[in-house]
Nanobody, 115 residues
Framework: VQLVESGGGLVQPGGSLRLSCAAS????????MAWYRQAPGKEREVVAD???????NYADSVKGRFTISRDSAKNTVDLQMNSLKPEDTAVYLC??????????WGQGTQVTVSS
């Protein structure tokens, strides 16, 4: 499975960004799609995930600000990020757990929140 992310960039505190990830390749059934992030000097952490049943989980730090959505027909997952804070600055990576192919990661897209 190949993943292509888009939508990162530079935004001021309080601003919004929308990240998108499209999966392609030999896809039988995607169980979970998620967004992770990794800031310099920190461990990779899950931001939000959504299962094929529609179950959603968010990291405490982004609850109420970020929204994950998925289009199962198109094999895409988006992350709407509002009220961004400097501490949200990180490389954001798309994650897919596919039934046969296993886990795949995107190349990452940089999100920088700064005035």
């Amino acid at each position: 499975v190949q993943l292509v992310e888009s939508g990162g960039g530079l935004v001021q505190p309080g601003g919004s960004l929308r990240l998108s990830c499209a999966a392609s390749g030999n896809i039988f059934s995607i169980n979970v799609m998620a967004w992770y992030r990794q800031a310099p000097g920190k461990e990779r952490e899950v931001v939000a995930d959504i299962s094929n049943s529609g179950s959603i989980n968010y990291a405490d730090s982004v609850k109420g600000r970020f929204t994950i959505s998925r289009d199962s027909a198109k094999n895409t997952v988006d992350l709407q990020m509002n009220s961004l804070k400097p501490e949200d600055t990180a490389v954001y990576l798309c994650y897919v757990w596919e039934a046969i192919g296993g886990v795949s990661w995107g190349q990452g897209t940089q999100v920088t929140v700064s005035s």
